[in-house]
């Protein structure tokens, strides 16, 4: 809670694009091409990551948190809070070798979506928060970036997450949001350090 990102373990990286739907198509594929290889090798998985938004431990390939990308409606949260509220988003797991290069990639190649780079620490308010970095697209003012509600991230102990796929309903490891604050006791208890 408050601590700078030297004070906590970054376990792993997430690339959100937002904001322009159009454009996130494009980045979508553009992304997908230029980092084929740290993409799991299994055809079976595609681009998918085997586990939800809330997951933060080692895995060793760069994987999309969506679905693969089409031009239908974009995938949205409904019957709980969604961190995003209605901003149109999607986001890649990064392992933690990779993120210089694919964070300067992302921001040179951004177009006219918003790209948002933030660890993984398990204190998911504050890495949302105060750790992550906004970079807006082209025909933005830098100090436009999209808000985010924190207090709909389910974890904020240090090094705990959850695979939201053991869990029904909207990715909140199985916990309703919003969370009355940033506390750690006051994190969802399905957030565990193993998962």
């Known amino acids: ?8 373990t970054v376990m792993s990286w997430h690339i959100h694009y937002t904001t322009n739907s159009t454009d996130m198509y494009r980045f979508y ?56 509220g209605n901003l149109p988003q999607r986001a890649f797991y990064v392992p933690l070798q990779h993120i210089d290069s694919l964070w300067r990639w992302a921001q040179a190649q951004r177009g006219y979506a918003d790209v948002f780079k933030h660890p993984n620490t398990g204190c998911m308010h504050d890495d949302h928060g105060l750790r992550g970095e906004w970079v807006v697209g082209l025909s933005r003012q830098q100090s436009d970036h999209p808000s985010i509600s924190t ?32 506390a750690p006791w006051n994190s969802c208890g399905n957030c565990h350090l193993k998962y």
């Open 1 to 8: 809670r408050n601590r700078s990102l030297d004070q906590v």
């Open 29 to 84: 594929y553009a992304f997908a091409k230029e980092f084929a290889a740290l993409f799991n090798p299994d055809a079976s998985v595609q681009r998918t990551c085997p586990f939800g938004p809330n997951y933060g431990l080692a895995y060793p390939y760069v994987c999309s948190l969506e679905e693969p990308y089409t031009l239908e409606e974009q995938r949205r949260v409904y019957g709980g809070g969604s961190p995003w």
């Open 151 to 182: 207090l709909e991230f389910p974890c904020n102990m240090p090094g705990t997450g959850c695979n939201d796929t053991m869990f029904s309903g909207p990715p909140s490891c199985g916990c309703s949001t919003p969370l009355s604050d940033d």
